[in-house]
């Protein structure tokens, strides 16, 4: 475009130039030579009028399309600008959701920590009970075992009793003898025995329940 302009100045001016060379050629021109000059003089102000139209018309749609340009990028940057407070937000809330899901899964874990914990005692706990309501069982069937053996003992010793104070009396019949006492001492010997066992597996029996009161926990 520089280079248009530069050979449409430079044309004007050679054009000028040769009229004047023409002038001074000739001080007196025929009026024929005059009436052509003022044709060319005429056509060049016509082509350089229309130069500088061309030349304002192409300054003004430069002007219109650079304005264009401008509000154009303006707009575009006006965009980007919005995107990028779009973009900071969702960034900000994306953090701060990720911070939240940061703190429920601390909280989680610790539930599940404190869970597994609960659950691994009352697994423990239950395995324990079944043990002890296991020995619970079996030493209320000894008690009652042994109860049964005190009462027999009984009963055999009090077959030996009347005949022993008989005996001891001197009222008794021929038969009763020292041996008859011997067999009740015997058989109480024997009484006292399975008394003895039957207050220790009631004792134990009494551990066991304090121990079951304590370790096993009543449902409230």
Same mark, same amino acid.
């Given at each position: 475009?520089?280079?248009?302009?530069?050979?449409?100045?430079?044309?004007?001016?050679?054009?000028?130039?040769?009229?004047?060379?023409?002038?001074?050629?000739?001080?007196?021109?025929?009026?024929?030579?005059?009436?052509?000059?003022?044709?060319?003089?005429?056509?060049?102000?016509?082509?350089?009028?229309?130069?500088?139209?061309?030349?304002?018309?192409?300054?003004? *749609?430069? @002007?219109? $399309?650079?304005? =264009?340009?401008?509000? #154009?990028? +303006?707009?575009?940057?006006?965009?980007?600008?919005?995107?990028?407070?779009?973009?900071?937000?969702?960034?900000?809330?994306?953090?701060?959701?990720?911070?939240?899901?940061?703190?429920?899964?601390?909280?989680?874990?610790?539930?599940?920590?404190?869970?597994?914990?609960?659950?691994?005692?009352?697994?423990?706990?239950?395995?324990?009970?079944?043990?002890?309501?296991?020995?619970?069982?079996?030493?209320?069937?000894?008690?009652?075992?042994?109860?049964?053996?005190?009462?027999?003992?009984? *009963?055999? @010793?009090? $077959?030996?009793? =009347?005949?022993?104070? #008989?005996? +001891?009396?001197?009222?008794?019949?021929?038969?009763?003898?020292?041996?008859?006492?011997?067999?009740?001492?015997?058989?109480?010997?024997?009484?006292?025995?399975?008394?003895?066992?039957?207050?220790?597996?009631?004792?134990?029996?009494?551990?066991?329940?304090?121990?079951?009161?304590?370790?096993?926990?009543?449902?409230?």
């Amino acid at each position: 475009m520089a280079s248009w302009k530069l050979s449409l100045v430079a044309g004007l001016v050679v054009g000028g130039l040769l009229t004047t060379a023409v002038w001074h050629r000739s001080p007196s021109p025929s009026p024929e030579e005059f009436a052509e000059l003022q044709i060319k003089n005429k056509q060049l102000t016509t082509e350089k009028a229309a130069v500088e139209l061309k030349l304002e018309q192409h300054q003004t *749609q430069s @002007a219109l $399309e650079i304005e =264009q340009l401008r509000t #154009e990028l +303006k707009a575009t940057q006006q965009v980007i600008d919005d995107q990028k407070i779009q973009f900071e937000k969702q960034i900000a809330a994306l953090t701060t959701e990720q911070k939240t899901l940061v703190v429920k899964k601390k909280k989680l874990d610790t539930q599940v920590v404190k869970l597994t914990s609960t659950a691994e005692q009352q697994k423990a706990v239950l395995n324990n009970s079944k043990v002890l309501y296991q020995q619970q069982l079996e030493l209320q069937k000894q008690i009652n075992a042994a109860k049964l053996d005190v009462k027999k003992a009984q *009963q055999v @010793a009090a $077959e030996f009793k =009347q005949a022993c104070d #008989e005996f +001891k009396s001197g009222t008794g019949w021929n038969w009763v003898s020292q041996a008859d006492c011997d067999k009740y001492d015997a058989r109480l010997k024997v009484v006292e025995d399975e008394q003895a066992q039957l207050a220790a597996l009631e004792q134990e029996l009494d551990s066991l329940n304090q121990r079951i009161e304590i370790e096993i926990p009543r449902p409230k």
